[in-house]
């Protein structure tokens, strides 16, 4: 099942090969724009920040790209049981440390066609963390998409995400991946809008997620605004939903509760360069408002699994908010800083709990070859849980952890 979207990417990419061919460049062009973008940034180095191998295939551009990463964490709690250590497979380690063994793949085409740019890509995954159940590793295909001029179908980032830095801990930004169809439309040079559908967020623990879930019957609206120049980008975004819990069991002596509402998000970001600080520093943020889609504030599982246990009778609201600063060096060093505050109110049957957690940290990489990094970050973690209910149907904790990351990664 989860190789299906592999299987229709593979089958729209030679369909659109044959149905819009065209000559192919001469030579697969290296994609400024991204390369701009990209730690370290030379401005007298033409081919600058190139990654993978591109090359020729069946008349198409095409750019593969891989590596490999380690990467060891280490915390120090103030209060046992905080949930500090978030393995690079989304699990959680309850030891002190862990250490994981991380892989990736990835295979990118494009062409020019009549219709427009006819874009592939595909990526799977693998990676080995301590104490995750995992006893031989988690592989997965990460992403896949087909895109024609501006519609592009897949497994893809939400139009809600923003932010973007090079992180070794889990930062709190709007990051959800679902299935989508997406429609972008560029007014200008500077300025574009999009309009997309995604792939329904879970309502009960047991509900399929991730690639499998491909079903739209209760899909999420989004939209999207973005400007984009050299002294600013700007990014503002919403989504719409349908938040169905009518299909949660009933608990024993309570009346039925079940309910269907309208779930709504709102997101603003911008990224502006500081020449004053050095060529390629910038400073990025993003704020999000969430009401029934708190997958969208950056949390890893949607509160509606608590609203499955104990009968909602109204919203689970809540915001988050994050924001870094970028320093090069020079072409072997840059660091980061950032620091990130999520809060989430749920009102249950029997209790109103509320959470909060600060987080923050600064990192060095250095970058002694040609794609080869080791990182250093050291990070703080501020987690707060407030019952507001009956003893047992949730549990408090609060407390502090400090968190040290090695790591080293190497790419093709």
Request: negative net charge; contains cysteine.
């Amino acid at each position: 099942m989860a190789w299906r979207g592999v299987f229709v990417a593979t089958g729209l990419w030679a369909a659109g090969a044959s149905a819009f061919a065209a000559e192919p460049p001469a030579v697969c062009l290296l994609d400024q724009d991204r390369a701009a973008k990209t730690w370290p940034y030379d401005a007298d180095d033409p081919n600058r920040n190139e990654k993978g191998v591109r090359f020729d295939l069946a008349g198409a551009c095409a750019e593969l790209t891989a590596g490999v990463s380690y990467t060891y964490q280490h915390a120090r709690k103030s209060t046992s049981g905080l949930p500090v250590i978030v393995n690079r497979n989304g699990t959680l380690s309850d030891g002190s440390s862990s250490n994981t063994v991380s892989a990736y793949l990835g295979l990118e085409t494009s062409r020019d066609t009549t219709l427009g740019e006819f874009k592939t890509t595909v990526s799977a995954s693998w990676s080995k963390a301590t104490g995750d159940g995992s006893p031989n590793g988690t592989f997965s295909v990460s992403g896949w998409s087909v895109g024609l001029g501006g519609l592009t179908v897949g497994y893809t980032g939400t139009l809600m995400s923003f932010w973007e830095s090079e992180f070794l801990s889990t930062a709190t930004a709007p990051g959800r991946s679902a299935n989508t169809i997406v429609y972008e439309y560029a007014f200008d040079d500077a300025n574009t809008i999009a309009a997309g559908l995604e792939s329904n967020l879970p309502t009960t623990p047991e509900a399929v997620t991730g690639l499998k879930n491909f079903d739209f019957s209760d899909p999420v609206y989004t939209l999207r605004w973005r400007y984009d120049s050299e002294a600013l980008r700007f990014h503002l975004s919403g989504l719409a939903r349908r938040a169905d819990f009518s299909a949660s069991p009933l608990l024993p002596l309570f009346p039925d509760t079940a309910t269907v509402r309208t779930g709504w998000a709102a997101s603003i970001g911008l990224a502006v360069p500081t020449p004053f600080t050095g060529e390629s520093d910038e400073i990025r943020f993003q704020a999000t408002y969430a009401v029934d889609a708190s997958s969208y504030l950056g949390i890893s599982n949607d509160l509606t699994t608590y609203q499955h246990t104990v009968r909602s009778r109204g919203p689970t609201t809540g915001w988050s908010a994050v924001g870094s600063f970028r320093h090069v060096w020079s072409e072997q060093f840059e660091s980061n800083i950032f620091a990130s505050y999520l809060t989430l109110r749920a009102d249950l049957l029997l209790a109103k709990p509320q959470a909060q957690t600060f987080r923050t940290g600064v990192n060095l990489y250095w970058k002694p070859r040609d794609k080869v990094k080791l990182g250093v970050e050291l990070g703080t973690v501020d987690n707060r849980l407030e019952p507001n209910g009956i003893v047992g149907i949730f549990s408090g904790s609060s407390g502090r952890a400090l968190v040290g990351y090695l790591s080293m990664a190497v790419d093709l």
